[in-house]
């Protein structure tokens, strides 16, 4: 079946520590994201990446890295910088919109909830 | 910078009962996404609104835009217990490749 796979679930970081949040899609989506939910924000976005190679900051993008060598994945690392990383992360992907249109339908996965211990 | 402002963002309503979520957005867009979410799951896509008068209906619920008033509702009809859950709506700024999204209605349907 096709979709978006997160993992772990669940992930549980020490202080101080560099975590990786994997996302692998086979939707054959060129557009990939990564959201950040707290309780009572809604979505924010922290990364984005159109295309192979290349990526965007969102809003909140500071103490966090990703990477897009392959179409398929796009890994977000929650690194020592980010002081306060406790939250429920969403991956999500999308038909890349064609220049000059609004977004693409998201299509999301299960998500993984990073606590800090 | 678009903005999508939902309300009210807690609603608790009887089984049986119609409600409106409102959500209203800042700047141009040519189309607006309602998603459900199930406490500690992920968003699962309900609607995709293209066009101003857009209207689409699934169940009890039915969505709609107006994209010359930056509004579009979800409508519900006789409320049952399942569709407790927490609705948002998104869009995206024209011309731009990522979605905004609103903080979310908490919906509590109770006998």
């Known amino acids: 079946d096709g979709g978006i796979t997160q993992s772990p679930k669940y992930l549980f970081r020490k202080e101080g520590q560099n975590v990786t949040l994997s996302c692998e899609q086979n939707?054959?989506?060129?557009?990939m994201y990564w959201y950040r939910q707290d309780p009572g924000q809604g979505l924010r976005l922290i990364y984005y990446?159109?295309?192979?190679?290349?990526?965007q900051k969102g809003d909140i993008a500071e103490g966090y890295s990703v990477s897009r060598e392959k179409k398929e994945s796009f890994p977000l690392t929650v690194t020592s910088a980010q002081k306060n990383p406790t939250a429920f992360y969403l991956c999500?992907?999308?038909?890349?919109?064609?220049?000059?249109?609004?977004?693409?339908?998201?299509?999301f996965g299960q998500g993984t909830r990073l606590t800090v211990v | 910078e678009l903005k999508v402002e939902q309300n009210p963002l807690f609603l608790s309503m009887q089984e049986g009962k119609n409600y409106t979520i409102y959500c209203n957005y800042s700047t141009t867009s040519d189309r607006l996404y309602w998603y459900r979410q199930d406490p500690g799951k992920s968003l699962e896509s309900l609607f995709v609104?293209?066009?101003?008068?857009a209207v689409k209906q699934e169940g009890r619920l039915m969505a709609s835009l107006d994209t010359k008033a930056r509004l579009s509702t979800l409508h519900i009809t006789a409320a049952v217990h399942d569709l407790s859950a927490t609705y948002f709506c998104a869009g995206p700024l024209l011309g731009y490749s990522t979605l905004t999204f609103g903080k979310g209605t908490m919906l509590l349907v109770s006998p």
């Open positions: 990446s159109q295309i192979v190679n290349d990526f």
């Open positions: 999500a992907s999308s038909v890349r919109p064609a220049p000059g249109q609004g977004n693409t339908e998201a299509f």
């Open positions: 939707l054959n989506h060129d557009a």
């Open positions: 609104l293209l066009s101003n008068g």
